[in-house]
């Protein structure tokens, strides 16, 4: 079973930076095209960036372009989130997601079969 486990979440003020890290086992990371989405309190869940199997490709949300970084070790089975210039609007729980391969192309939410715990990021004023 493939486990996803968050780290590297917390405080900190805007304009600040933060890297999360998803370490990932139980499978073969580089089969596993890798995301990470986030839910802010009553928000629905929402896609925040998409690194390619092998880390040659990525895609980001319009709110995140230019401030965070994804990027992948498939040396070391992690994912990675580098947060730069945070907002307050930022803040949520972030949680990584790992998906084989997207049937659709489009690499909805629901395509992903497995999720972190999720960490918090919570970015002060």
């Known amino acids: 079973q493939v486990q996803l486990v968050e780290s590297g979440g917390g405080l900190v003020q805007a304009g600040g930076s933060l890297r999360l890290s998803c370490a990932v086992s139980g499978g073969t990371f580089s089969n596993y095209a890798m995301a990470w989405f986030r839910q802010a309190p009553g928000k629905e869940r929402e896609f925040v960036a998409r690194v390619s199997w092998s880390g040659g490709i990525t895609y980001y949300a319009d709110s995140v372009k230019g401030r965070f970084t994804i990027s992948r070790d498939n040396t070391k089975n992690t994912v990675y989130l580098q947060m730069n210039s945070l907002k307050p609007e930022d803040t949520a729980v972030y949680y990584c997601?790992?998906?084989?391969?997207?049937?659709?192309?489009?690499?909805?939410?629901?395509?992903?079969?497995?999720w972190g715990q999720g960490t918090q990021v919570t970015v002060s004023s």
């Open positions: 997601a790992a998906a084989r391969y997207s049937a659709t192309g489009r690499w909805y939410e629901s395509e992903y079969k497995y």
